[in-house]
């Protein structure tokens, strides 16, 4: 019999969260309420209308707030260019969870 190699490692949740070791370059920018707002509404809706219409604002104000949050990502090296990006980002940094969804 052989002998049981290593798999590769296995990142668990416990590594995203705050004061994990694993994860100690982990940066979390500071969103305003009304961008986790904006996002929120983004993320649950079919299009950046509907968030809109939800919001009581403009598509374009929708944008405006996606655009500062992206930079704002961008800003600490953690990209987000995709809908999916930002969410698993809120998810990672608390602005939002899966019992949410």
Known sequence: M???????????????????????????????????????????????DEAASSLFISASTVSTHLARIRAK????GRDAPTKTHLLARALQDGYTSLDRW
Not at 27 to 33: C, E, F, G, H, Y
Not at 73 to 76: D, G, H, L, M, R
Request: with cysteine; net charge negative; aromatic share 6%.
């Open 2 to 48: 052989g002998h049981a190699v290593p798999g590769p490692s296995v990142t668990c949740i416990s590594d995203y969260r705050a004061g994990d070791s694993a994860v100690a370059d982990h940066r979390r920018p500071v969103l305003s309420s009304r961008e986790v707002e904006v996002l929120l509404a983004w993320l649950a809706a079919e299009s950046k």
């Open 73 to 76: 990502y961008s800003a600490i």
